[in-house]
């Protein structure tokens, strides 16, 4: 996006989004003065969250920190030379809510972070049954549209919310506890449905928790329920017989993403404030592209990766390249949701303990970047090539080391494509039948491509193969880790395109859904190309970051990846925390924003 474009979308936007976004900019701004060791003073920011016509209406008390200096102070304001404790949208009006603390916003905005929620939940200036019921009533009023929470568990949820306001009391507290989420739809809670999508498995009920579930319930958080995913996890819309279709908050028309689209959605639309997906074809990093949120993919066995599919609680067969990872507003949420998910397959954990290395870097401008280089085979929206070239030029500016590179013998990156399709499929096909595998083939031969070639490979390979494959595998995770000795991070597309127009995708696969193709820059460009930028990260097993870079000038969002080091998670999701800080992150989408 260019600057004019970004100015342009600034003032034709909601008065509720302009709200948000001066609240987010005055915040990030004091972290950024924080670091510099000014001395502090508390001032208050007042300004009114909802609509006048909302019967919610009231007015936010954010409580920030401010350097004392009235100049500061006026400049940090953004109001000429009114100090920022006079700034307010109805300076007259007493907050129903008012609280302590710095760099938090009203009690009751569900647009806050997860990290910013638990800080309230902490401070007991909102209760666990007051958030829930919060969310609760933003899902019974925005769900139906979205179609995006397709598996609710309202009642466990006001149960888990009593028990955690009661620990409160006792003067208890755990890393989650009272904050209201929700999980996709493929990982496994108890007593509730896990479908994956699949007609058969439409009455599929799982008496087991998944991995990632005990934990974060173990941790207190309150689990609302669970959200909607594409058939078998296979695509980047999440529609499929069981639940309908998901659509995406910035544009019902369009996809949300896929697999963990219904994830991504609840997040950018206020109706949850973390959540789980999964993540092998850019599950997670895709939907929040497309939502404008944040996804991380996590290094290869930093989470356990059982827990999926109506299956026997033990890992899959989707133990090369799957990962589950956390999707949220911030990336600092990410983190503080890996400190919980994170460590050892069950069964492991009697001995693995997992402790991950703090980030690399806490300056933006200490970053090593690495630019994924141009492909002329590969297309990629022009918009999202601007902000990628726009975000490169910035942390040169601001004094990091930014140079295009990748690591060594991928050459054009052909024949790497071409290995992680065949490693897919083969993963993907495990569990079918021979004649259905046999009729998957078949239907990849009526595309006569490289890639169907190499999709075929993997359909039809046996063992021998395969161990072959997993071999080329560890020579180029090899050559990662050499990359990273000179860099710390590398940034890509998160995906080739933006959120494209919902269409009926069957399942299987026929010759003619195998030809799909999306709008690029004008021209057709071949769906299956789409696994191109999440494979990157997903062959090696890097951790990867996506997170926002802005809006289109149709005004949808666009997405990168920070792909790090193998098992220093921190370090990504770090450099994705301070180009926030710099550059802005999450914004509601309008749609939902102003309630």
């Not at 603390?101 to 200036?125: I, N, Q, Y």
């Not at 990628?388 to 990156?413: I, N």
């Not at 499929?425 to 079918?432: F, V």
Request: include cysteine.
């Amino acid at each position: 996006m260019t600057m004019s474009a970004s100015v342009r979308s600034e003032q034709t936007e909601p008065a509720g989004v302009r709200r948000y976004r001066t609240r987010r900019r005055l915040v990030e701004q004091v972290r950024r003065k924080k670091s510099g060791g000014e001395r502090w003073r508390l001032v208050i920011a007042r300004a009114p969250l909802y609509k006048d016509s909302d019967p919610m209406d009231f007015d936010a008390i954010m409580y920030v920190t401010i350097a004392a200096r009235p100049e500061l102070e006026r400049g940090m304001a953004g109001q000429g030379s009114r100090p920022l404790s006079t700034v307010s949208g109805r300076s007259s009006c007493s907050p129903r809510r008012s609280f302590t603390g710095s760099d938090r916003r009203s009690a009751m905005d569900p647009f806050a972070t997860a990290t910013e929620t638990l800080t309230v939940l902490r401070a007991r200036k909102a209760s666990a049954i007051e958030l829930l019921e919060l969310h609760r009533k933003r899902i019974a009023r925005h769900n139906p549209e979205l179609n995006a929470i397709v598996e609710p568990d309202f009642d466990r949820a006001r149960q888990a919310a009593e028990a955690a306001d009661r620990r409160r009391v006792a003067g208890e507290d755990a890393p989650l506890l009272g904050l209201p989420m929700t999980l996709k739809e493929s990982i496994n809670v108890r007593g509730l449905r896990t479908t994956v999508g699949m007609p058969f498995w439409k009455d599929a009920r799982v008496d087991y928790d998944a991995p990632v579930t005990a934990r974060v319930q173990a941790a207190g958080a309150v689990v609302m329920g669970k959200t909607n995913v594409p058939q078998m996890l296979a695509d980047w819309q999440s529609s499929n017989p069981v639940y309908g279709r998901t659509n995406n908050p910035w544009d019902l028309a369009r996809t949300p993403g896929g697999s963990s689209g219904g994830s991504a959605a609840v997040l950018a639309a206020g109706l949850t404030t973390l959540e789980f997906g999964s993540d092998i074809g850019g599950s997670i990093r895709v939907p929040a592209a497309f939502c404008g949120v944040y996804g991380h993919r996590p290094s290869d066995s930093v989470m356990p990766r059982s827990g999926q599919f109506p299956f026997p609680p033990m890992p899959n067969s989707a133990l090369a390249m799957a990962v589950l990872g956390p999707l949220a507003r911030s990336a600092e949420d990410l983190e503080a949701a890996l400190e919980v998910a994170a460590g050892p397959e069950v069964g492991e954990d009697v001995a693995w303990r997992l402790t991950l290395p703090a980030a690399r870097h806490e300056r933006l401008s200490a970053f090593r970047v690495a630019i994924l280089p141009a492909l002329d085979w590969m297309p990629l929206d022009s918009e999202i090539a601007t902000a990628l070239e726009a975000l490169a030029s910035r942390l040169g500016r601001l004094g990091c080391t930014v140079k295009r590179a990748q690591p060594e013998g991928l050459g054009d990156h052909r024949e790497f494509f071409a290995l992680y399709l065949t490693l897919l499929s083969a993963i993907t096909t495990a569990r079918m039948p021979v004649e259905q595998r046999r009729a998957t083939a078949e239907t990849m031969r009526t595309r006569d491509d490289e890639w169907s070639r190499a999709t075929q490979r993997g359909i039809e390979a046996g063992a021998p193969d395969y161990l072959l494959w997993i071999g080329r595998r560890e020579q180029i995770r090899a050559a990662w880790r050499a990359f990273f000795r000179e860099w710390d991070v590398l940034l890509a597309p998160a995906f080739f395109t933006v959120a494209y127009p919902h269409w009926d995708k069957p399942t299987p696969a026929t010759p003619e859904s195998i030809r799909k193709t999306l709008d690029v820059n004008g021209a057709p460009a071949l769906e299956t190309l789409g696994l191109f930028y999440p494979a990157v990260a997903t062959v090696p097993g890097q951790p990867a970051t996506a997170f926002p870079v802005g809006r289109t000038r149709a005004g949808l969002p666009m997405g990168l990846q920070a792909i790090g080091p193998y098992l220093e998670d921190r370090t990504p999701i770090r450099f994705a925390a301070l180009v926030a800080r710099e550059l802005g992150g999450f914004t509601p989408p309008p749609r939902y924003a102003a309630d």
